[in-house]
């Protein structure tokens, strides 16, 4: 199957019907990695959200209320860009090199001994997926929260510091201050990344399970 999802059809599709793609797939190979995805997906709604009943386990929620106004254009610009990707010839190249040669993306896969290779092909999947997005090697998305992370803290830092010498100036002390600018860069903070990490890495994984299943769905 290679469907061209709408936002329409976000609103009847339900979490139900996601998980059970799981056992129509036609090759067991695809089964286990399917099943591994979505326990993934599970994992990353569960951790990032505080009301985890809400979503993945509200087996008649859409895909409309979950993802959510911000997911929505998200989820379907990701599957887009995954219908170019050959998902089988991917997870038979991930297995055929044992992690020692770089894959057509560009992306050397790591393979644990004593793990099974479905569970090592789908952590690859998921950790890599803007380089299968691209088709080429690309900074994946957990470098780049660390990095807009560090650079937050750096900014943060240099302007307390700035506005500390400027409260000084002003009014010759900034002992209420300095919390106060604490208080609020970090409210701010938190609001962005509710908004920006939460969502982005719900839809990722949620992407890929679903551009993943319908390539081994029956027809």
Known sequence: MDPHYSADELEVITVRELKDRVRMLRTARAQQVAHELWRQAELVFTSTNPWPKRFLRNEECTLHGLCGPLGRGLLLEMLVKLRKTNFQRLIDNIAQTEGSTP??????PKLRKGRHITIDTADFMHSQLESIMAGRPQ????????????????????????????????????????????????????IWYRLTYWVLAKMRILALYMAFTDQFLEQ
């Open 103 to 108: 894959l057509t993306i560009g992306v050397k």
């Open 139 to 190: 900074t994946p998305f957990h470098v780049q929260r660390n990095l807009v992370c560090a650079l937050f803290a750096v900014a943060l830092g240099f302007g307390l510091y700035s506005a500390r010498w400027w409260l000084l100036e002003q009014f010759g002390h900034a002992v209420w201050t300095v919390p106060a600018l604490l208080l609020a860069l970090g409210i701010s903070y938190g």
